[in-house]
Nanobody, 123 residues
Framework: QVQLVESGGGLVQAGGSLRLSCAAS????????MGWFRQAPGSEREFVGT????????YYTDSVNGRFTISTDRAKNTVYLQMNSLKPEDTAVYYC????????????????WGQGTQVTVSS
């Protein structure tokens, strides 16, 4: 079992920045990649980005590419999502997730999920 806990959400103005954290515990040796997803009310869960746990290679969805950066601190078993130049359309609950074998973009393939943290961007 892997446990994931997100933190760092809040209310920011458009153009501002925010850094989310996701702390992993339990059987972290089974993690191949960590993903970030977001979900707005009435919308489907959307892929944001993913990072390969071993060498920190990353992949992002087009809507955040160039603004968001995923990084890791493996000593702390923590993954970060640095969000810059935030837009109102970035408003959502943000989730981290752990995948056992792939840098996947589909939420259904991820084995473990955190509880989520709310990010609200005002216009």
């Amino acid at each position: 079992q892997v446990q994931l806990v997100e933190s760092g959400g809040g209310l920011v103005q458009a153009g501002g920045s925010l850094r989310l954290s996701c702390a992993a515990s339990g059987r972290t040796f089974s993690i191949y990649a960590m993903g970030w997803f977001r979900q707005a009310p009435g919308s489907e869960r959307e892929f944001v980005g993913t990072i390969k746990w071993s060498i920190s290679s990353t992949y992002y969805t087009d809507s955040v590419n160039g603004r968001f950066t995923i990084s890791t601190d493996r000593a702390k078993n923590t993954v970060y999502l640095q969000m810059n130049s935030l837009k109102p359309e970035d408003t959502a609950v943000y989730y981290c997730a752990a995948h056992k074998w792939d840098m996947a973009t589909t939420a259904s393939s991820y084995a473990y999920w955190g509880q989520g943290t709310q990010v609200t961007v005002s216009s």
